[in-house]
């Protein structure tokens, strides 16, 4: 898409100086220097497309947005925004499996969680579950030894097989066939048997998503998550982090953060040992809005003369206010550490 975006688009982003990669855009240093200390040496703007196919950039140091940067080069709309054609053919792009978190208990995948970018019905992003067919199934539909065979969700249902393939999906209205109900499967936390392995002095990192977890077990962290974002979190996950100091890094938006509520409140009735949550805007490096661990690491990466990913992240934890006892604290944006 990055291939695509730069013949589209190469005019304008030539004219916007040097670009580095960060995540699915880039970053680059803000034209208007006179906003800046040291004329934006920490590349805080940011340039990406939307779902909708836009050309978008913002500064999270001084606040310019695209219109400031169309009116700086003096680029019209129409050529900002490339062609009507083009910008379809972009979001009418088929969804491509882009990454798979297995989650494993004892050895054995319980259950995957598939990231699909383009999403599924023009959406930008879909998530998909899928998991082992019961092996008390398997002899019952006449799956070969040794044949992967998977079930298209981890909810419990009656799943039908289309195709060759011994893939099972929700029974439908469309589907003629009779199907076979399957029991729900438990969810549990990614990277659970790390988590329980880990020493209990060890803090805990609990992210939103599993792409978070992996950018902080990358510099060399704890880390675990729900399989359901920030719409769910369960308090039998709680009970597996009982003792342990815990440090909760939500996604930078009100979203995120009244996640991070419900995270807290479940954990200190579970009895952790302590509880922070990280305050991006605490911090030398903004995500950005709805940004989280990776595009926050990103700005770090950008700026050659900053610490470590990991030691910008202890200093972040260590800033971030402390909740421990009984009771259930409301956290806002804004708090600071005591």
Known sequence: MQCDVLNRYGDIIARLGPLRPAGRGWLFRCVFHDRHRHEDRNWSASLWVGAKGHLLARCYGCGATWRDYSAYLGVS???????????????????????????????????????????????????????????????????????????MGITAGVYVRRGDDYVYYPQTGQDAKDGIAIDQ?????????????ASPLQPVFVTEGEKDVEILRALRFTATCGPYGSSTWLHQWSSELAGRR???????????????????GSLIRAGVAS????H????????????????????????REARTGRDAMIELALRAKEYCGVGT?????????E
């Not at 499967?185 to 392995?197: F, Q």
């Not at 509880?275 to 990280?278: E, F, M």
Request: charged residues 30%; aromatic residues 10%; glycine residues 10%.
């Open 77 to 151: 709309l129409k050529e900002w925004f490339a062609t009507n054609r083009s910008r379809d053919r972009e979001v009418k792009m088929k969804p491509k499996l882009i990454a798979t978190f297995s989650y494993r208990l004892d050895g054995n995948v319980v259950y995957e969680k598939q990231r699909w970018e383009p999403g599924f019905d023009g959406r930008s992003k879909t998530f998909r579950f899928r998991r082992p067919l019961p092996d008390r199934l398997r002899a019952d539909l006449g799956v070969p030894p040794g044949v992967a065979a998977w079930v």
């Open 185 to 197: 499967e438990n969810p549990i936390l990614y990277r659970l048997p790390e988590l329980r392995a």
């Open 246 to 264: 815990v440090v909760v890094v939500p996604d930078n938006n009100p979203v995120g953060y009244d996640h991070a509520d419900r995270v807290v």
């Open 275 to 278: 509880v922070r949550v990280i």
């Open 280 to 303: 991006w805007g605490e911090g030398r490096y903004d995500p950005g809005p709805g940004g989280g661990a990776g595009n926050w690491l990103a700005r770090i990466e950008a700026d």
């Open 329 to 337: 604290p409301r956290i806002s944006p804004g708090a600071t550490a």
